[in-house]
């Protein structure tokens, strides 16, 4: 198929020229590509984004060595998911948990394309390697609202129990974790999480790289997120935990995590008095399953990849509360 002609199609507006590659996706299942747009007398985007999925023919290429049968069939459910999320539910998420709107989308056996808005140029140009208060601040936001906006809704059409780690997807990884006491938990985290009454849809894959912030000459304020390939249900410490690990290092967690709680929680309930709905209770459940979450990841990190660096001290304590 000609990508160019079909984005013309898709959007009544002529392509400008070849696309820039902007990154690969993981383990060698296609790419994101920009596309720029010719002027139109309507106005509207000057460029879009392209999520292009191609399965790769001849196995994954994981830079850690993952590579099975069962990794590829996950990672090819996860791209059904994202594309079910955009459709269905992301409407819900509104503005204060800011997605790229889904623009058009096509389906192949080779794999599928995923058109979405541009959000550099919707003012969300920059990426951080490193995080100011502000922008953990605006990140806490955004998930509270997320979780929010999706307290108590059924995942159908996503992971029932979302997030790239979850147990029943991980057998491979469980086995390669060398504590006998913390595979033998495993399960117990799991439950533990599965359990809580109060669900709604995590974002299973937010770290900071997925987060879009304002230029860096701008205060952030609000920022956008992407990659919603393992969303699905679950409890929204999951999503805070694996953020705060994923760009705060052993001593800011040692020294700042629990006021992050706080801070989510202030927010979350902000968030669900607008919508009529009492957060103590979410609260005092999801405060509980707390360390619970860091848990959960760090079983799957110590299987999938010993030594990581997000296997903290931090973590190793809040895993071994509750062993």
Same mark, same amino acid.
């Given at each position: ?13 002529d ?20 596309w ?9 985007p000057?460029? *879009? *984004?392209?999520k292009?999925?191609r399965f ?13 049968d ?5 990672k ?8 079910a ?12 948990a ?19 808005e ?33 307290l108590g809704?059924?995942?159908?059409g ?17 086995a390669?974790?060398e504590d ?16 809580a ?14 987060f879009?912030?304002?230029?860096p ?48 929680f ?6 669900l ?11 005092a459940?999801?405060? *509980? ?5 860091w ?22 304590r ?5 062993l």
């Open positions: 198929m000609d990508t160019g002609a079909w984005i013309a199609r898709s959007l009544g507006v392509v400008a020229g070849p696309p820039e590659r902007v990154q690969e996706l993981w383990s060698g299942y296609g790419a994101i590509e920009r720029r747009l010719a002027p139109s007398a309507a106005g509207g000057r460029s *879009v *984004v392209l292009r999925i790769p023919s001849a196995g994954s290429s994981h830079p850690r060595g993952w590579d099975s069962r990794s590829d069939a996950r090819r459910r996860s791209y059904e998911v994202e594309r999320f955009y459709r269905t539910f992301a409407g819900a998420a509104e503005d204060r800011r997605l790229p709107a889904l623009l058009a989308e096509h389906e192949s056996a080779e794999g599928a394309l995923l058109l979405l541009d959000l550099d140029a919707a003012g969300f140009p920059a990426r951080r390697s490193a995080v100011s208060d502000d922008d953990v601040g605006a990140c806490v936001r955004w998930l509270a609202s997320f979780h929010a906006a999706f809704r059924t995942p159908d996503l992971w029932e129990r979302g997030t790239y780690w979850h147990l029943a997807t991980r057998p491979d990884e469980l390669a974790v006998p006491a913390l595979k033998d938990a495993a399960a117990r985290f799991d439950l533990a999480i599965g359990a009454r109060h669900q709604t849809l995590v974002h299973g894959d937010a770290k900071l790289a997925n879009c912030f304002p230029a000459d701008e205060r952030c304020a609000e920022v956008s997120a992407v990659d919603l390939q393992y969303v699905g249900g679950g409890v929204g410490v999951q999503d805070l935990a694996y953020f705060l690990g994923s760009c705060l290092d052993d001593r800011e967690l040692t020294a700042d995590a629990d006021a992050w709680l706080d801070r989510y202030t927010a979350l309930d902000a968030e008095a607008e919508r009529g709905v009492d957060g103590a209770p979410v609260e459940e999801w405060r *509980v399953l707390w360390p619970y979450a848990a959960d990841f760090h079983r799957f990190l110590a299987g999938w990849a010993p030594g990581h660096w997000k296997l903290s001290a931090f973590s190793e809040m895993t071994r509360s509750v």
